[in-house]
């Protein structure tokens, strides 16, 4: 009986989606390490006009920078996953008690759906992750920022509280923003925007809107999954009541929006590494920038496009699928490709840094 317990709770985290919880982090903190790093092998300096997170020079200080950046992007991580794991127990629950998951509904059964965990367990550990999570925020704004930046604190501090908040109402509640079709823009900004750019800053405290396009293509194909997600379950959310985007546009207008999803994103993407096949850049108001010695590590600027591959097998397998039963196997396929994209980012910035 406890291991069919444990085995539900495991099913309701929804680790599948996890990977792509933490695809803006990686992407965000690569760039972040790149933009000090690649300086510093190539101009054969670290800018120390850069005010990090001391007030010392970083030439003397590297190890000290990176035991405080690896500090910051494991927080971030675990902020993130406890974000993702309390969304989808909220969903479970949300989902569960307005009956929405029930016997018309494709894909894995839920928790609360299949009656092993009830209603009241599944809301007690929705009260304990959110309290971890914030735990959890509350330390990496404190490693970020310290006590001295208290407003940029502050303000982090309430994209917390709003992530957390997010994520329960996305399906709990009569209210609930994701039965009005709203879930698209939130997924978007929390995954896109919010994730990249503000990881960027916990490490950097530089606002660099470069970020916007490596941001854009993560949010834009997370948006892509829900998107998917609901134009697979858009009979079974039809009658439960559940107006997402699918359910108001219906089946082939959702797939054309579907192909810009990852179309914009591609472009974003390729805006992004051209940007950093052509010079090296970093925050504006540094004000420098210089090409790249070596061809040959120019072109690994361009290695993250490589994910874009499986999602053009993607785009076409969806054109050609007219039952949204069979849409299922591609949540998995277009999360797992954002993945490869965030990891794909890491490596190519990890090389040319290091020449």
Not at 194 to 212: A, C, D, H, P, R
Request: aromatic share 12%; proline share 3%.
């Amino acid at each position: 009986m406890a291991s069919t317990k444990l085995k539900a709770w495991i099913s309701a985290a929804r680790l599948r989606t996890l990977p792509l919880s933490i695809s803006g982090i990686l992407v965000g903190s690569a760039f972040a390490y790149y933009n000090v790093f690649a300086i510093e092998n190539n101009s054969e300096k670290l800018l120390n006009s850069i005010e990090l997170n001391f007030s010392y020079s970083i030439a003397d200080n590297v190890s000290l920078f990176m035991f405080n950046y690896i500090s910051i992007v494991i927080l971030a991580l675990i902020t993130t996953l406890g974000f993702q794991i309390l969304s989808n127990f909220a969903n479970d629950y949300g989902d569960g008690v307005k009956g929405t998951d029930n016997e018309d509904r494709i894909g894995p059964m839920r928790a609360i759906q299949s009656g092993i965990i009830s209603p009241q367990e599944m809301k007690r550990g929705m009260v304990i992750t959110a309290i971890l999570t914030l735990i959890s925020a509350i330390l990496l704004i404190y490693v970020s920022l310290g006590i001295d930046r208290l407003l940029v604190s502050l303000f982090f501090l309430a994209l917390g509280i709003a992530a957390i908040w997010a994520a329960i109402k996305y399906t709990v509640g009569d209210n609930a923003y994701g039965y009005r079709g709203l879930g698209d823009v939130f997924v978007f900004i929390f995954f896109g925007p919010v994730s990249v750019m503000g990881i960027y800053y916990l490490i950097t405290t530089i606002v660099n809107w470069e970020m916007i396009f490596p941001s854009m293509t993560i949010g834009l194909l997370s948006v892509a999954v829900l998107n998917l997600n609901n134009m697979r379950d858009v009979q079974s959310d039809k009658k439960a009541g559940k107006n997402t985007i699918v359910v108001k546009l219906g089946l082939s207008k959702a797939k054309m929006l579907h192909y810009g999803f990852v179309i914009v994103a591609f472009i974003c993407a390729l805006r992004l590494t051209g940007r950093i096949y052509f010079t090296q850049y970093i925050a504006n108001d540094i004000g420098e920038s210089w090409m790249l010695e070596n061809e040959n590590i120019n072109l690994i600027a361009f290695l993250p496009l490589l994910a874009f591959i499986p999602l053009l097998i993607h785009l076409i397998k969806v054109k050609k699928t007219t039952s949204p039963a069979l849409l299922d196997p591609e949540l998995k396929k277009v999360a797992l490709s954002t993945f490869l994209f965030a990891v794909l980012c890491c490596v190519s910035v990890w090389i040319i840094s290091s020449f």
